[in-house]
């Protein structure tokens, strides 16, 4: 009898550890892009990075496969609509960018629509354009934004901690990149409450 009543205890304990961990999960599907582009959406594709900053292929050696974002004549995004069944009111998004070394983002003023500065945090009610390198944008009845600017070569990571959100069932996590030239890549990217 005792070994059956410890062994319902541990078994209790061992499924109220799964559970408590599950709820800690990333958000995002496909962030390690092992399925190629599957689960994104938007001005992105799948590709293979080099520890040298040089796109490689798939079966390469040392190869990191990748989000690659290819800056042009108007701002782009890659996203993923989720689903937050817990609501929360809290939400931890979290990426690292590589900026190609001909990454230069466009220094036409009608290109943007807010000053806000790097590293900042905002809440808005409606898309903004910022003049910055790279942003966080998430929400859907209201918009949270973390802002970066990169340097061209190396990795940086974005990490955005974002409270008192609206307690929405959708949401969609975007990356977004403005007019310019160059490339951006993107790995382990996360979303969570």
């Given at each position: 009898m005792k070994?059956?009543?410890?062994?319902?205890l541990i078994t209790s304990l061992l499924v109220g550890m799964t559970v408590i961990s599950l709820r800690a999960d990333n958000y995002l599907k496909n962030a390690d892009m092992k399925e190629?582009?599957?689960?994104?959406?938007?001005?992105?594709?799948?590709a293979f990075l080099k520890p040298d900053g040089t796109e490689g292929a798939d079966g390469d050696a040392d190869v990191t496969p990748v989000i690659k974002m290819s800056l042009g004549g108007e701002s782009r995004s890659v996203y993923q609509d989720i689903e937050t069944r817990d609501k929360p009111i809290t939400m931890h998004v979290k990426v690292e960018v590589f900026a190609s070394s001909d990454f230069k983002r466009s220094s036409h003023a009608d290109d943007y629509n807010t000053t806000w500065k790097p590293g900042s945090i905002w809440y808005w009610s409606a898309i903004a354009l910022p003049n910055i390198d790279f942003w966080i944008r998430g929400g859907s009845t209201g918009y949270f934004y973390k802002l970066m600017n990169l340097k061209p070569g190396a990795w940086t990571t974005v990490d955005g901690r974002f409270e008192n959100l609206p307690q929405d069932l959708d949401r969609s996590i975007d990356f977004c990149i403005p007019a310019g030239k160059g490339a951006i890549y993107l790995k382990n990217p996360v979303a969570e409450p």
């Open positions: 070994t059956l009543i410890r062994s319902l190629g582009f599957a689960g994104w959406h938007g001005d992105a594709n799948a």
